[in-house]
Structures are given as structure tokens and as C-alpha cells.
């Protein structure tokens, strides 16, 4: 019961509280990049959610199975991007042979995943934040990745409407999507403090 | 003869297009999350922007260096293996001689192995350019960065403490917006920048 509490409790806040997106500023391009259309964002926010849950637990794994036991902390960095960029992989395949039409559209971006930040940035604050339970790093990673669709998603949907506004000429484009997401920001920040 | 007069010119326009025509924050955005995460003071700013000029410049050399062995599918891998070593090699840096700023930047200086801005000039740059463009291209974008990182810096910090480089600057009866330091801050405080940026530079091109 107490370890189904504390899962929780961190499930919750690594979706709404400590969003990666709102609160630490990670993978932002393809929040700006992916965002203009509500399908090709989610199904973004679907593969980088499988991406971040797999290499999560796998660099939890290596971190504290082989590189903790040897002492080779320092190569920390190389480990954690070699395995994410062998995860992004295995989802371009994946795509690439059963959803061909969504492989086209996203085009750049999916290779791009393995530079999302995002997923580098949740693999560093697992470590970060002494996470030693391999139950508990899995359900972070997950949360990271609903957090990271729930928020490319909203991005997505006000961007449609925000087709139909009247932008000023010089605002148009990019920034008019920063100040929006800047907004956003600060109605996720009501739930600042509500756990943690 | 010739190819020393046209050298001159053609390094001198690359170096200059990091700085402002092809500036990778306000021109290419690229690197947004560094952008975003560390402009809460200029110090720290600062510190990220040599950092990644140092990344930057020798991730160049190393893949200008070997361009011609690279194979087309391992590419990306080859490049933030790459990075992965320099950045390394820059957090252990700033972790044995600016203990404060390394404890202050957090993850953000292993951060940079996934910046944009670093894969992009390796894959756009070095990985067809010979040594000496290479590098003059680093330096350009990475003082580019630089540069655009610490102008968000300091209007964050200004209307936020009042204060640059931690010096005060603001009369007394101001009173400090904290919003700004806050992420609400950086995204609005970037996406208004953008927009004057536009805004200069659409008569001319």
C-alpha cells in the first residue's frame, strides 16, 4: 500500500506538477517543431512517451547494475545516449514497417527524438534525484511521457484555433507560439507546490 | 593566387552568418531548451555559452577530421558520441573549478550533448567543410549563441532583480517583476524578442 502511495504521488507529479515541458524547459523543439497539428502531435507524444519509458529503465539498469559496481561514472553521458539512440531506432523501424503514412509526416523529427531533451533530461534526473527503486524509475519515466503528450497536445489544439486569430505581421509564426506556451506555462503553474 | 584572394571573404561571411543572418537562436531556433532554462541571470548564461563554444569547436575538428569515414546510417551516432565525450569533458571542468555555477547549472551542462545547435553544424558544416571552416564556423554560431543567450539574460534579470552581473542598476523605486525569473518569463521575454528581431529584419531581406 505505502509503495503503491509513493508511485502515485510521483506519477502525479512528474505529469502535472513537475511537467518536463512547463517547469524544466526540456524538449521544447519538438514541442514547437511537431505542435501544428493535434494528430501528428499525439502521435509524437506516443513514441517519445515508448522512447522515454524504455530508456528510463534500461539506463536505470546500467547505471545502477554495471557502471555504479566499476566505478565508471564518468562515462555516464556516452552510456545514456547510446542507449537512447538504440531505442529511437527501434521505433523508426517499428513505424517505418506498420505506419507508413505517419513515417512520411513526421519526416526529420523522429530521428530527431534522439535529441529530444527531454529524454536525455528525465535519464539525468532519475539519477539526479537518487531514485533506487526500479519500480519507481519505470513509473517516472511513463509519467514523463503522458506529461509530454498531455502538453504537446494542448500546444497542438490552441494552435489550431490559433490559425484562425488575427497575429500581428512580425509576431506571426514562432513567437506568437512562445508567448502562448509561455501563458500555458502559468496556468501549470497553479499546481506549483501541490505535491513535493 | 586566386583561391587565397576568395578565401578571405567566404571565412569572414561564415563567421559573421552565426552571428546575426543565420543566429541560431533568433534566426534557426535551435537550442531552445538551454535558451530557456539557464537566461534566468547572465552569470550562468554566460557559463553555458563558453561551454558549448568549447563543445562546439572541437566536436567541428573531430568530425571535419574524419568526415570522409563516416557512413551515412552511423552518422548521428558518430556525432553525439562525439559530443557526449567533449561535454564530459566540460562538466568535469566546471565541476572541479566552478563548483558553484556546475551545482547551479545541474543537468543542463549534460544537456548539451542533445543541443541542436551542435548535431546541426556537425551534420550542416563540418561533416562537408574542411578544418579551418569548420572551426571559424563554431566559433561564429557558438559566439552567435552566446551572444543571444546573454541578451535574454539580461532583460530577464534587469526586470526581475533589478540588478545586472549582480550589480544593482534599477532606481530604488522599482520593484522587481518575479514573474521573470520564472518560466512564464522566458518564453514570453523570447517570444517578444523574436518578434522585434522579425520586425527589423523584414524590410531587408
Known amino acids: ?196 | 593566387m586566386t583561391t587565397k584572394t576568395t578565401e578571405g571573404p567566404i571565412l569572414g561571411q561564415t563567421f559573421i552568418a552565426g552571428l546575426w543572418r543565420e543566429n541560431p537562436v533568433f534566426r534557426l531556433l535551435l537550442g531552445m531548451c538551454p535558451t530557456l532554462a539557464v537566461t534566468a541571470a547572465v552569470k550562468p548564461a554566460l557559463t553555458m555559452g563558453l561551454s558549448v563554444i568549447f563543445v562546439l569547436v572541437c566536436s567541428n575538428i573531430v568530425v571535419s577530421l574524419m568526415r570522409n569515414l563516416l557512413k551515412p546510417h552511423l552518422r548521428i551516432l558518430m556525432f553525439t558520441l562525439t559530443i557526449s565525450t567533449f561535454v564530459t569533458i566540460a562538466d568535469l571542468f566546471l565541476r572541479a573549478f566552478q563548483p558553484v555555477m556546475s551545482e547551479r547549472l545541474g543537468p543542463y551542462v549534460p544537456l548539451i550533448i542533445v543541443n541542436c545547435i551542435i548535431i546541426c553544424r556537425a551534420e550542416a558544416c563540418a561533416s562537408k567543410n574542411g578544418l579551418v571552416v569548420s572551426i571559424v564556423d563554431a566559433v561564429g554560431m557558438g559566439i552567435g549563441f552566446t551572444l543571444a543567450l546573454c541578451v535574454l539574460a539580461g532583460v530577464r534579470e534587469l526586470l526581475s532583480t533589478g540588478m545586472i552581473f549582480e550589480a544593482k542598476v534599477m532606481p530604488a523605486w522599482f520593484v522587481p517583476w518575479a514573474a521573470m525569473s520564472m518560466p512564464v518569463g522566458a518564453f514570453i521575454t523570447l517570444g517578444l524578442l523574436l518578434g522585434l528581431v522579425n520586425k527589423l529584419t523584414k524590410g531587408k531581406s
Open chain 1, 1 to 196: 500500500m505505502d509503495t503503491l502511495n509513493i508511485l502515485l504521488v510521483g506519477f502525479i507529479s512528474i505529469v502535472i506538477v513537475n511537467n518536463l515541458v512547463f517547469t524544466k524547459f526540456l524538449g521544447i523543439c519538438p514541442y514547437l517543431g511537431v505542435s501544428g497539428r493535434i494528430d501528428m502531435a499525439f502521435g509524437m507524444g506516443m513514441a517519445v512517451t515508448f522512447v522515454v519509458t524504455l530508456s528510463g529503465t534500461l539506463t536505470w539498469l546500467i547505471d545502477h547494475l554495471i557502471l555504479m559496481k566499476m566505478g565508471l561514472e564518468v562515462t555516464r553521458y556516452v552510456c545514456f545516449i547510446l542507449v537512447i539512440a538504440g531505442a529511437v531506432q527501434l521505433v523508426e523501424m517499428y513505424i517505418r514497417k506498420f505506419f507508413p503514412s505517419l513515417y512520411e509526416s513526421f519526416g526529420i523529427f523522429l530521428p530527431l527524438i534522439t535529441t529530444n531533451c527531454a529524454i536525455l533530461g528525465l535519464c539525468l534526473f532519475i539519477n539526479l534525484w537518487g531514485i533506487d527503486n526500479l519500480l519507481e524509475a519505470v513509473v517516472l519515466s511513463f509519467g514523463a511521457g503522458i506529461g509530454f503528450t498531455m502538453a504537446i497536445c494542448i500546444m497542438a489544439g490552441i494552435r489550431e484555433n490559433l490559425n484562425m486569430a488575427d497575429v500581428p505581421e512580425s509576431l506571426k509564426g514562432a513567437p506568437i507560439t512562445l508567448i502562448t506556451a509561455g501563458l500555458l506555462t502559468l496556468a501549470f503553474m497553479g499546481f506549483a507546490g501541490m505535491i513535493r
